[in-house]
């Protein structure tokens, strides 16, 4: 069930402090958020590691194109078979 989305760096950012409330047990997080479309994850990076910073129990998984975030405790890519990114989610 999806309980939060966010289109953007910012709106990600401002919803972070909520997940717990919410009962958000995993977040996956893409690694561009914004219509500039550096793909080097950087967005990605800073909504993982403000959910772990305040949310340390809740799972991130990332999801981005080709790129790893480092503060994601498990990466999916897109050009994966979705089911994989399935996969990811049940083993979390």
């Known amino acids: 069930m999806i309980v ?15 997940l717990a409330e919410l009962g958000v047990n995993i977040a996956i997080v893409d690694g561009n958020m914004d219509d500039d479309f550096i793909v080097n994850g950087s967005d990605g990076e800073k909504i993982a590691e403000e959910i772990k910073k305040q949310h340390p129990n809740i799972i991130v998984i990332g999801n981005a194109g080709g790129v790893k975030l480092k503060h994601a405790d498990y990466n999916s890519t897109k050009m994966e078979d979705p089911e994989k990114l399935l996969e990811t989610i049940k083993n979390a």
Do not use: T, V, Y
């Not at 966010?6 to 990600?12: C, H, I």
């Open 4 to 18: 939060e989305a966010a289109a953007s760096l910012e709106e990600a950012m401002e919803k972070i402090s909520g």
